[in-house]
């Protein structure tokens, strides 16, 4: 099963997901392109009243599994559906790797 996969089931199982984008970020990252970082945009009703921290709390339990092996970074965005609806779907485009070879040097 796909890293993508599991994500997908671990938040719907933990969260009343209305919509969710995963997207496989892997490859703008140092060394080989595997299923190691990634970017999420979930829109649940549980995050209604819950302040970004909590949000991103809910999230990371769900998939404290996963978490370092074999995710080794996650970016999230995290909105109700009035949230979601202002941004107008879009989601915050992910900046680029600095790190590693892909640095200047």
């Known amino acids: 099963m796909s890293i993508a996969t599991e994500i997908e089931q671990r938040l719907g199982q933990a969260l009343a997901l209305q919509h969710l984008v995963i997207e496989n970020e892997s490859h703008m990252h140092s060394g080989p392109a595997t299923e190691s970082h990634f970017k999420l945009a979930v829109v ?30 996650l970016a999230l965005h995290l909105y109700t559906a009035a949230e979601w609806q202002q941004q107008n779907g879009e989601i915050p485009q992910s900046p680029n790797c600095m790190g590693g070879s892909k640095g200047d040097h």
């Not at 549980?46 to 599994?65: C, I, M, N, T, W």
């Open 44 to 73: 649940a009703d549980d995050f209604a009243g819950k302040r970004p921290v909590a949000r991103h709390q809910l999230v990371y339990g769900a998939l404290s599994e996963l978490m370092n092996n074999p995710i080794h970074a």
